[in-house]
């Protein structure tokens, strides 16, 4: 065990998507914040399993924050992604309705969305519908357009705000779980499972854990009960039955099942919606499965053609409170963001500026500093990769064409993939259609080989 | 950007597995040396380079080999060939443009004629939508095999091994290789899927206890697997293990085929083909396993030298542009007869060979009529894993306009 005390002036709890961009923000204000995580790599609790989606916020409700941060994040998006080398696959999104009733609520989808400040949002009929998506089933009536809606790699963009964070000075821990804390004179000495850590300000980030990591500080305000989320993920044929984000007529509790394309040339369509008590376990059912893909070939007959390369559950950190749980404690000095329930990818670079501004109105300092890019590899199939345009280049895997050395790049370098799951994410290796059968021994031989040394 | 690379071949082999390297084989035999094999391997030799048990050669090379030695010999056989590995082919072009990427980068290769011997691999975790987790340690056979016999590692010390196919038996031999012993081997049906007496070698040789109406119904575990859930007669029982190999269940490796033109079998999952083993596109030849899912290597052989034997015919005599193919019809309880076409005007003297398999135990009469005549039949009594394979003579289907195949 660690017996030295690690001392930071910030510390962000929690390596998942709102985290990382509160840490890249903290850092570009010089602010030197060490981030942990207690996974072995950043995005191993609900960051891993989204839908990956750059949102307008056209349904969010109202004057809410969460509406405010996703409005900032998207901005924001799309001012840094060409300097972070990010991608963007301008899709847009259709709410379609699949009967009267349906249909009868697009007019008020439209005059929220304009409500909201999405003024490109419109109604379209079912001729123009059928024109942009000639592969949806006969019974679509009618649309809502949304042309801002675009698809995003959930995975490349927290990487690349945590690489932009550690060249402006911040530090990051891995495996390293915050375990309690005690407040003592003005400042927090946090035990954690990688030794005690003395910090002047603590940020709980810790999405899933959001609560308990909360009762460190205060008794939590809120109560996080995971909203399970499963996927289903077909394999790249599919991905030209659908041009835009397919999203249903949403319902008080979700936003209901979602057809979309991904960044790395699939098709993907869920998530449900299942709360559940247990806080790390995702699982995927069958009969859930199947029901997914049957809504898919409902929506997209020609899915029944089509085979399925991946399945996936994510945990969204959902509590009883709607709208995101993010407020300064400045006598115990604490930040609380929680509640991040499924709008994190787009919400966390206005997070983290509204994080930014807390910070400054409670604890001050903080002077933005000149930004050190740090662009990231290209891993989305909508833009050139490695394979397409580089000579002499090894294929590891085949159904996803990674290279031997994008797969090695990851596994080197100051922040290297921390666990195989870090690294399939920062590559794509292993998520094809086989899964492995082809590639998983050599990767995992590379990546065991890289984490032994 | 520069104008891409290319070059052209007489034949264009895609896959360097027992199918592609048997096919070069014989074009060497025939005295064709304008042939470029494509692997995107490290090493051509495809599955049984990484079988280290034996089982192999023994009608190609009349002695029995293990896998390795059986896919070297495999290799030595088109020495004088030129023969390309890590060699990726991104995608097929009407007419035998192939576009691919490898040591030398991005070029295009225009092959007179390409046969396609892409193999096949095991259906994984996700598309068997298995109920569970997704921790470490559920694999499929193709993995724990190259684990196992060319890095020499030790995936985990008591998993369960789903499924009783052939390759599920091969299986229990790479654990044993790795000194391994399986808790169990699974099996949902009544019986197992290869032909005894595996089930009893299983028992009794490995002993590795075979439970039968057995169905997985749960992976347990987060990060690694800890165990899983089966449902057996009227319970649901717990196995603590930690690892789960996922056997057999088969499917043709199309990822290239499906984005290109080349039509392809609902039945099979594989491209259609005629009885000369022709695609829709009478540039491209298929053999092997990307025929249906799995059959032995030997048959991948017989079958990579047959297609070498149609493609020489096609480049003496090139077929007719507008080609009038007669399907192939079969319904229930069929689930795939191929060739799933004919091209009555060849004039070949080559018997037909037809394989198929059906999707339930069927007993009857297995006959083939054109134009309503039937021409063939015989008695058969047919289990759903097993190959059905019966050859007419060629002057049986000429001038069909009608095809029919069924089980009365």
New interface residues.
Partial sequence: MTTSVDQAGIVIIGGGVVGCAIFRRLAMLGLKPLLVEAGGDILSGASKGNSALLHTGFDAPFGSLELACMQAGYREYLEIKDKLNLPLVESTALVVAWDEEQLSKLPGIVDKAHHNNVRDVRQIDCNDLKRREPHLADHALGAVLVPGEHIIDPWSAPLAYVQQGLAHGGRVKRRCRVTGGRFENGAWMLETTDGDIATGLVINVAGNYGDIVEAICRPSPFKVTPRKGQFVVFDKPASKLAQAIILPVPTERTKGIVICRTAFGNLLVGPTAEDQEDRALAEVDQVTLRQLIDKGREMIPALAQQTVNAVYAGLRPATEFKDYQIEALSERRWITVGGIRSTGLTGALGIAQHVAELHQQHFGGGLMAEPIWTPVPNISEYRPRPYQTEAGMDIVCHCEWVTRREVTAALSGSFAAGDLGGLKRRTRCMMGRCQGFYCGAEVTRLAESAFAS | MSEMKSTSAEVVIIGGGPAGLSCARSLKKAGLRDVIILE?ETEAGGIPRHCGHGGYGLREFTRLMQGPAYARRLVDEVDGLDLRT?T?V?DLKPGGEVRV??????MVIAGNKVLLALGA??T????R??????P?GV??T??LQ??VY??G?KPFQRPVVIGTELVSFSTLLTLRHAGVKPLAMIEANDRITARRPGDLIARHLLGVPVLLNTRLT?IIG?DHVEGIEVERGRGIERIACDGVILTGRFRP?T?LV??SELAID?GTQGPRIDQNMCCSDPSYFAAGNLLRGIETAGQCFREGAAAAGHILDALRQPLPTARKLVPVRATAPFSYVYPQCIDPTLGTDRPLLFKARVAQATRGRLSVSVNGQTVWSRSICALPERRIDWQLPASALRGAERIDVNIN
């Fill in positions: 995107r890590h990726t991104l990427t490898g040591p030398h980068g991005p691999r095991e994984p975790r996700s598309a939508l298995l109920t569970g987790a997704r470490q694999m499929n193709g993995m190259q684990m060319l890095q590692r749960r987060i490796e990822a499906v984005p609902a």
